[in-house]
């Protein structure tokens, strides 16, 4: 830490209205983001790649750099795409996927992995990946912090100082004030750099508080509830949460529906 380089903090895991589970405004999350003094976020909603988009053009305005990304489901698990100006398609394996994500000229990480849960890519999944280099040369990473994987968190750091991934830690924030509590140093302060040290496995992961799970799931609980009956807020301040915008939601029902029949790569 500190020393002659400058240290940048990026929060590489955050999800915005565009996905079904998340209650952040794109500028909401910018504004928070910006706040709580990350240099580099990517924007990694479920299988829609929109909300990096609009917060990559929203962006110059907080002072925070945006990586376009999206959370795929693949076959075997959630995967994190960076660094992609298209959306990889759903539903493949995870080899297929990462090909699909080099091919755009992103990189990828391993978000809560080894927890076998029907969400996560277990153990052999990731492991397969490092005898290919078409392969190995697009995951770069692994989320050794999540808040949603705390039980396993630890057993993700033991094992990921034998594998020659650059370690990350993710807010996966669904909820603002989650914003950059799992955070990920790197040599730098832009997204090229922070791409340099994931490429380099030089990133530095900062786990969130202690015992933060059930704070997050009473936010979430209570935002969720809102989106439900339709609205949605800017504001990061959780009081403000009534005060609150109506969501479109039929909008955002027919782009989920237009993006998940697209399908075109
Ligand atoms: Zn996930
Ligand atoms: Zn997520």
Redesign the pocket.
Known sequence: MGGTYSMGFADI?IHTIYSYDATTTVRGVLKQASSVGLNVIAITD?DDIRGAFDARELSSQYGVEVISGV?INTRD??L?ALFVEAMPPSGLSLAETLKHIGGLGGIAVA??PFNQLP??LSMDNVVSTLTKPALKNVLRGIEVY?M?NQPFDERVQRLSDYLPFAKTAGS?AHVYWAIGTGKTEFNGTTAAELRTALESGTTIPHPYEEDIMRKYLFNWLRRITMRKLGYVSDSPEPDEAIQTQRMDLRFTKKQRTEGKSKKKS
């Open positions: 895991h479920h959370e698990g959630h994190l978000p809560h969400g996560s999540n949603t996966d």
